[in-house]
């Protein structure tokens, strides 16, 4: 039995919670989160990071697990949208330039988790969880 991630959904939820947005042509584009631009730099990437890793973790044995990396780039945009109002830096463009393709906190070196591969992770040898 072959389990997919809805990515329509998940691209829906990220509108309805305000990560992204549909322009006139109803194509799908990232968004800045306002409320997060009075938080620090880390604070900032450690909710994103939050965002990012809780849905690879739930989506980790989909079988198109590869699509999930359009929804984490358009997490990766608004990040860098928000973190560009943050800094009067204006374009996304600007903010991946000043602080790095991971956006990563120039004191703290903390930086956002995106995978090297999305490709599906099977694990057969782990033991079933047992109820009692």
Do not use: M
């Given at each position: 039995m072959a389990v997919d991630a809805s990515i329509k959904l998940l691209i829906e939820k990220l509108i309805k919670n305000s990560f992204a947005r549909r322009?006139?042509?109803?194509?799908?584009?990232?968004?800045?989160?306002?409320?997060?631009?009075?938080?620090m730099h880390y604070d900032?990437?450690?909710?994103?990071?939050s965002k990012t890793m809780g849905l690879l973790i739930a989506y980790?044995?989909?079988?198109?697990f590869a699509l999930l990396a359009r929804v984490v780039?358009?997490?990766?945009q608004s990040c860098a949208l928000?973190?560009?109002?943050?800094?009067?830096l204006k374009t996304m463009k600007k903010a991946f330039v000043k602080f790095?393709?991971?956006?990563?906190?120039?004191?703290?070196?903390?930086?956002?988790?995106?995978p090297n591969s999305f490709?599906?992770?099977?694990?057969y040898k782990s033991k079933a969880h047992t109820i009692f």
């Open positions: 322009n006139h042509l109803a194509t799908v584009l990232a968004k800045d989160k306002t409320e997060l631009i009075y938080l900032i990437i450690k909710i994103y990071n980790q044995f989909a079988g198109n780039w358009i997490l990766r928000t973190l560009a109002r943050k800094f009067k790095g393709y991971d956006l990563g906190d120039p004191e703290t070196s903390v930086c956002l988790n995106i490709s599906v992770s099977y694990d």
